[in-house]
Every structure is written in C-alpha cells, then in structure tokens.
C-alpha cells in the first residue's frame, strides 16, 4: 500500500510540474500600423518600455499603455511587422526606479 501512495503522489507531482507548449492566435500587421492604432484616438496608449531578445542589436519587443483607463499592449516587432503578444485592462507598476 505504501509504495502504491508514493507512485500516485509522484504521479499527482509529476502532472501538476508539466511543461508544456500552447498555440495561441495574434494580431499582425504592418509595424507602423500598428503603432499607429495604439497611439489613435481607441487605445490612446503611449510606449514606455523597450526590450530586446539576448542575439538581437535593435529593440523588438514594446509595452504601450494608457495611464488614464489603465490598458496595456505588448508587441513583438520588425522593420515590417508587429503582432500583438498580450493586452488587456489594469496593471501595477512593481519598480520604482530602472534595473541595469
């Protein structure tokens, strides 16, 4: 009994630790179009952040926001494309001053 209680507590452990890819859908379009629709009159969302992957020169990820209603967008970019990763509504800014 006690070796079948510490098989399903493994197998319980092992399910719940599972790594695990997902597909999701994302909007495209041409990067400038993009930007623009962010920064229009339906979104009024500023860019305040920049990232970049480790292998890249030049940023290619950016987070816009709207203080006021407090919606967010992230997009991964190019020269030519962006598509919108995540956005949503409500947010908290966690650091008060930027990490090296």
């Known amino acids: ?9 493994f197998l319980t452990f092992s ?3 599972a790594q695990g890819t997902t597909k999701k859908e994302v909007y495209c379009d ?7 629709d962010l920064k229009g009159r339906d979104y009024q969302e500023d860019p305040i952040w ?3 992957e480790k292998d890249s020169k030049t940023p290619n990820y950016m987070l816009f926001v709207n ?4 919606s967010w ?6 020269n030519e494309f962006a598509c919108v990763l995540g956005a949503g509504k409500g947010y908290n800014t966690i650091a008060k001053k930027p990490y090296i």
């Open 50 to 52: 920049l990232g970049k």
């Open 1 to 9: 009994m006690k070796y079948i209680l510490i098989f399903l507590t």
């Open 15 to 17: 399910a719940a630790f």
């Open 67 to 70: 203080h006021e209603t407090k």
């Open 73 to 78: 967008t992230i997009i991964q970019f190019n």
């Open 30 to 36: 041409k990067t400038e179009t993009v930007i623009s």
